[in-house]
């Protein structure tokens, strides 16, 4: 069993930035890939980013591309999420998704497939005013 804890979100100002983190615990964090999605209200779980346990591999959708960067520190157990230049419509619930998956890289589909994804977190609340 693998326990997943995202947190970092809050309320901002389209413009600003934010840095939300998911730390992991129960299995080696250098098995998974890591993903962050988001859900607005209303719509569907979409893909944000994703990143291979080597960072060998590194996915974002084109909606964050160039603002948004992932990294992920395997000494400490956890994946971050950069988020600059927010918008009004980055509004969603961001989730933190584990994918057991030792290769050092990994393909299109395997990051942004939901259902490839193993354990996810609670979830984090982040709002972003106009």
């Known amino acids: 069993q693998v326990h997943v804890e995202d947190s970092g979100g809050g309320s901002v100002q389209a413009g600003d930035s934010l840095r939300l983190s998911c730390t992991t615990s129960g299995r080696t964090f250098s098995e998974f890939a890591m993903g962050w999605f988001r859900q607005a209200p209303g719509k569907e779980r979409e893909f944000v980013a994703a990143?291979?346990?080597?960072?060998?591999?590194?996915y974002y959708s084109d909606s964050v591309k160039g603002r948004f960067v992932i990294t992920r520190d395997n000494l400490k157990n956890t994946v971050y999420l950069q988020m600059n230049s927010l918008k009004p419509v980055d509004t969603a619930v961001y989730f933190c998704?584990?994918?057991?998956?030792?290769?050092?890289?990994?393909?299109?589909?395997?990051?942004?497939?939901?259902?490839?994804?193993?354990?996810w977190g609670q979830g984090t609340q982040v709002i972003v005013s106009s």
């Open positions: 990143i291979s346990w080597s960072s060998g591999s590194i």
């Open positions: 998704a584990v994918q057991i998956n030792p290769s050092a890289y990994v393909t299109t589909i395997e990051a942004m497939t939901i259902a490839r994804y193993d354990y």
